[in-house]
């Protein structure tokens, strides 16, 4: 039996249609469109795993983004500072 995820995403207008249009822009970065198409897939009542196949993405992506968009909404979707230095190549 295929395991149900405890979170479940349900969006207002707004949110809807901002995850829409980041899922249609061509010129935004590809990890913001793939994750508001998992919002937005969620939010339809598919599964994970569903969704990963759909995506070509493991179902524990999948599961990280739906969780982190149910406790944060649309800041969840943003990457987290990381530690280290900043990431540049010298000339």
């Known amino acids: 039996m295929p395991r ?3 979170f479940k995403i349900i969006l207002t207008n707004e949110e809807r249609e901002h995850l829409i249009s980041l899922a249609r822009k061509y010129t935004a970065p590809y990890r913001d469109v793939i994750r508001a198409q998992v919002i937005l897939m ?3 009542g598919m ?4 969704i990963g196949k759909k995506l070509n993405l493991p179902r524990k992506t999948v599961s990280k983004w739906r969780k982190r968009f149910f406790y944060k909404r649309e800041k969840g979707l943003v ?6 230095g900043p990431f540049f190549f010298s000339p």
């Open 42 to 44: 969620a939010a339809e």
């Open 4 to 6: 149900k995820s405890p």
């Open 79 to 84: 990457d987290r500072p990381r530690a280290g």
């Open 47 to 50: 599964e994970n795993k569903e």
